[in-house]
């Protein structure tokens, strides 16, 4: 079966200190993962995919498939980046549905 | 474009009655999805459409369910002989062709069944 575990639902951090969110997923094909962002009184919204490779505002994401994993990071963190973060798994392509873990609340003081 | 948008932004009705929901998504996309959220938990997926055709439709949704997208525009999602279950904030999300796995989400519709 598919299923995205977020194992934290709140991770506290101060300004300028590591961040990593984690992400493990179950899926027997080749799966897609993401990471989504609500800010607060904001939409939920896309922050990256993992077949891009890219860094979004600092944050960077790579799929392993050995721990069937997709860490989301960022080496510094900053308060503009507190929000609740969800990851999602596709898969079997043409993105039919996307099934979301239960998400981290990120709260990075000052 | 102001985005996908949902309406009502709050329901709240009493048990066993019928409740809709309204959707416009982002006017050239042509994937409509239904999400529902509950407290402490991630979107579920609920069903999806491509422009009219509803393509899947979660085993999770009852026949008390039922969605429609008539003209591959709008979409509305029913709720007949609601139960307190069903409470939850019901999110509306579009895609464009092309780039599938973006979606935009609405700011959904919060039911509460009392």
């Known amino acids: 079966a598919q299923r995205v575990t977020q194992p934290e639902k709140l991770l506290s951090v101060f300004k300028g200190a590591p961040v990593e969110l984690k992400c493990n997923y179950s899926?027997?094909?080749?799966?897609?993962l993401f990471w989504y962002v609500q800010y607060s009184r904001q939409r939920l919204q896309l922050l990256l995919r993992?077949?891009s490779r890219e860094s979004i505002k600092g944050f960077t994401a790579d799929l392993n498939k050995g721990e069937t994993s997709f860490h989301l990071k960022k080496p510094f963190a900053q308060e503009e980046d507190s929000a609740m973060y969800y990851c999602?798994?596709?898969?079997?392509?043409?993105?039919?549905?996307?099934?979301f873990g239960a998400g981290t609340r990120l709260a990075v003081h000052p | 474009d102001t985005g996908v948008s949902q309406n009502p932004r709050h329901k709240i009705t009493k048990r066993g009655q019928n409740v809709t929901f309204r959707c416009d998504p982002i006017?050239?996309?042509?994937?409509l999805y239904w999400y529902r959220q509950t407290l402490g938990q991630g979107p579920e997926f609920l069903t999806y459409?491509?422009?009219?055709?509803?393509?899947?439709k979660s085993r999770l949704l009852s026949d008390r369910f039922s969605a429609e997208r008539p003209k591959g525009s709008f979409s509305t999602l029913e709720i007949q002989r609601t139960e307190q279950g069903d409470s939850a904030m019901y999110l509306c999300?579009?895609?464009?062709?092309?780039?599938?796995?973006?979606?935009?989400f609405g700011s959904g519709t919060q039911l509460s069944v009392l």
């Open positions: 899926y027997s094909g080749s799966p897609e």
């Open positions: 993992h077949i």
């Open positions: 459409f491509q422009n009219e055709a509803q393509l899947e």
């Open positions: 999300a579009s895609s464009d062709t092309g780039q599938e796995e973006k979606l935009f």
């Open positions: 006017s050239e996309h042509n994937r």
């Open positions: 999602a798994l596709g898969g079997g392509g043409g993105y039919n549905k996307l099934i």
